[in-house]
Every structure is written in C-alpha cells, then in structure tokens.
C-alpha cells in the first residue's frame, strides 16, 4: 500500500543553518504531495504542495520539488530561524478505487538554537 | 474566516463513559476525516466521509464510530472508550482532488 518515510527526528540546527528533511514516497498513481507544520499546541497547517512530477512548492523560504524518479519531496530552506521550531509532516494524497487516501509520515521535530 | 472547529479542546474522562467529539467546518468542503496522533506513528486516519451519508474506515477505525448527517459536520463518537484510546485527536476537511486538508486545532482526550 501506499507510504510516506521521512527523517527520524529531532534535528537541531542553529539559526540561519541550511535545513534538509528527507521525504520518500511508495505509491500506484500519481499522488498529490505536501508538507505540513505544526506548532506546538495546534494543528497542521499546510506549508506548501505539490501536485505533479518535477512540480516545487514553496512558501516562506521553504520548498520542496516532486521528484518522481527517486519518489522523494524532500524539504529544504536556506537559512532557518528559531521561529521555525516545530514538527514537519510530510504527506500523500491518492485516489484509489474512487476514494481520496491521505498518508502522513512520523513527522520530524525541528529544533532551532538561537 | 475558514476554519475547521473541534469540541472539546481537552477531555479526561473514565472508561467506559461515551463520549462525542465534535466536528464543523465552514468551507462547504465535502471531504472530511479523523485522525489520532501518537508520538513515533504520526498521524493515522480513523474514519473519513467523501460526502453526506458516504463514510468509510480508515487505517485503525476499533473503537470509533463516525456520522455525517450533514455536510458541515462529522462527529466522532466512543461508544465505550479505553485507555489506549488515549490520543490527541484532529478533524480535517478539503475540498478536491489536489486540495490540502485544513485541520482543527486537536482534542486531547485521556481515558482513566
């Protein structure tokens, strides 16, 4: 069935550190991608999304390119603050049978050090 | 402004007791979903709904019962919760094929 693998965390980095984490997707189709963030105490927001191959969601610094050949959506931003301390969700939306399937990764926990 | 609201926020009840998480969002979406969180499993999709009347289970769906009686609303019901039903719960909506889901803000629930 359909999966999403990403990074065990934490990953602490220092302020304006270059950040990576790492996304691989199992999936028949071709599934819609996105990041999520959740701040502590709230809900998932949406940070950005991509819907077909070679496709770069981007959205406050951050990005991520579809990249069907290695199946991976790996989530980069050049210069991370201590406000982006938090958990990042990578996720897959597909169609099967007629009906939408989300799939959530584990999340990995970001932890920036002014 | 658009939004997917949870009720309660925070609940500690007994085992046994029934219980009713509610969930409305304002946005006309037409999918809907229940998730729980557990620390190490990310988020796992209890029960979610295509549309009115249409719901079908998700990936641990034991224990949960769900309705969409209208579109707006999609409660989760706990016919009779235990303790490893101990979870923080989120409600998400969206609308189309390569629509994000918006979330609510999550019900933290303990079973004693």
């Known amino acids: 069935g359909d999966s999403v693998t990403q990074m065990e965390g934490p990953v602490t980095l220092s302020e304006e550190a270059f950040l990576t984490i790492n996304c691989t997707y199992t999936a028949t189709g071709y599934p819609s991608l996105f990041w999520y963030v959740q701040y502590p105490g709230e809900g998932l927001q949406l940070l950005l999304k991509a819907t077909k191959a070679d496709d770069k969601g981007s959205n406050k610094g951050f990005e991520a390119t579809y990249r069907k050949e290695t199946t991976s959506f790996h989530l980069e931003k050049g210069s991370v603050q201590v406000s982006d301390s938090a958990v990042y969700f990578c996720a897959l939306k597909s169609l099967t049978s007629g009906t939408y399937k989300y799939i959530f990764g584990t999340g990995t926990r970001l932890k920036v050090l002014a | 402004e658009a939004q997917v609201t949870q009720n309660p926020r925070y609940l500690i009840t007994v085992t046994g007791k029934k219980l009713t998480v509610t969930c409305s969002q304002n946005m006309n979406h037409e999918y809907m979903s229940w998730y729980r969180q557990d620390p190490g499993l990310g988020l796992r999709q209890i029960y979610y709904?295509?549309?009115?009347?249409?719901?079908d289970k998700g990936d641990v769906p034991e224990g949960y019962k769900v309705s969409r009686k209208e579109k707006r609303n999609f409660p989760l019901i706990l016919e009779s919760p235990s303790p490893n039903q101990t979870s923080l719960y989120f409600c998400?909506?969206?609308?189309?094929?390569?629509?994000?889901?918006?979330f609510g803000d999550g019900t933290r629930l303990s079973i004693l």
């Open positions: 709904s295509m549309n009115v009347e249409a719901t």
């Open positions: 998400a909506s969206s609308w189309g094929r390569n629509q994000p889901q918006h």
